[in-house]
């Protein structure tokens, strides 16, 4: 079985959804006819607790099963929208929060959640992602995979939680952030553009690190922090950054990276974030300074 995440929402940090507490004349804004018919007969909570999120979401699910026009779209070659699932999971439940359960997107979550039932996410015909029955025969509907337990601690969720909360860091391959922060460092406090910074990356480091990647490690430190923006109101490509004073070395800036990773990832697992998964993604400088107190 899997182990719950019993972490509530601090207003930090990764919130999917936020919406007024629940209550019985104060429901989140509902506006498609089938979840207000849903309303009717799906009992509504206020629990923030991971086991009756999962519960709820089990009600809600077996409930768009139940419902002749949800089931026609269930069957039909568009699906039923993601959309309309998690306005139907906010209306019986306004602290729903796949972060309860350590999901950070909701379309992960609901592979989670559809797990030995006759619905499933899965992917139509216009790349959209959408609930449809297991038993739709459509020639272009594809079923993504269910997800089981492994994959709360897995590299990609944990890429996806770093990822989705301000500050927004999609962290690159390994080598190439270790390669583009020891160049970044020699920038010895000199203005340059994100641009320039970029180049540099590429004709300096001379280690298949690609335009593409270097534009990808830029935005990594710019968004981490690590820079000191020169220029008000313009957009990150076109302003002027400096290198910030305590960051000298390379092992400054990719230890910052790896605190502010591993805080964002206390902030749903607590104290049961696995170091070895996320070793796995950053370099191994991140992991210089680790506080004792962080988890």
Known sequence: ?????????????????????????????????CIMRMKKTVKGTSS??????????????????????????LFSSRGLSLSTASEGLRAVNSKFDPKTLGFAKFKTFLQYACRNKKICVAENKNGDYVLAHRANRSRDMEFLEDLDDDFLHSEQNYRDIISASQPSLKIPPRNALQYCAAVLTTFNGNPFSFENGVREFVEVTDNGVKHELAKHCMYAFQRSGVLKCLTDDMPVRESTFELKEEYETKTDVLNHIGKLSRRKLAEVFGEAVNEDILKNILP???????????F
């Open 284 to 294: 191994e400088e991140a992991f210089c300074d680790s506080d004792p107190n962080l």
């Open 48 to 73: 923030c607790e991971a086991a009756d999120i999962l519960a709820k979401a089990g009600e809600v699910l077996s409930w768009f099963q139940s419902d002749e026009e949800v089931r026609g779209k």
């Open 1 to 33: 079985m899997m182990a719950l995440v019993h972490r509530t929402n601090t207003g930090e940090g990764i919130s999917i959804l936020d919406e007024e507490d629940y209550n019985g004349d104060s429901d989140p804004q509902i506006t498609t006819p």
